[in-house]
């Protein structure tokens, strides 16, 4: 179980370096795919898929964004413990957002807060139960 940890805990080293890498890039991340995804959001509105703004597409990002960290730390961490993946999301995300308030390129949000603490939670609520089901298969396997 420990290795386990451990293996868990390297894959999220990793990730950090690219969660990093994309928080305090000098520019937003996504200023290249702007235009584009301007024109996506207006052809779906021609289409009559109405009210899908970016701010509903930056909010999915970030949600998807810190959901491996949340999956990743939840791993790392001893059972009881997984919650603390959305304590942890809560403060990586606090400080990339008072770190960016320094980048002129970015811009810092409590929602990005929000939602990057929420990727963390549901990451770790997955692993939690993917991890019990899985628990529970080895057992009913075993008897």
Do not use: C, K
């Amino acid at each position: 179980m420990r290795r386990d940890r451990r293996r868990w805990a390297a894959i999220l080293a990793g990730y950090l370096v690219i969660l990093a890498a994309v928080a305090l890039w000098a520019t937003a991340v996504d200023a290249p795919v702007r235009a584009p995804l301007d024109d996506g959001l207006a052809w779906l509105a021609d289409q009559g898929v109405s009210g899908v703004r970016y701010g509903h597409v930056e909010a999915l990002a970030n949600l998807g964004l810190f959901l491996p960290f949340g999956l990743l730390l939840a791993g790392a961490l001893p059972d009881r413990a997984w919650w603390l993946a959305g304590l942890a999301g809560l403060l990586l995300s606090g400080a990339i957002e008072v770190a960016q308030m320094g980048l002129s390129g970015r811009t810092s949000s409590l929602r990005d807060v929000v939602f990057n603490t929420a990727g963390a939670l549901i990451g770790a609520a997955l692993f939690r139960l993917v991890a019990s089901a899985r628990r529970a298969q080895l057992s009913a396997s075993l008897t």
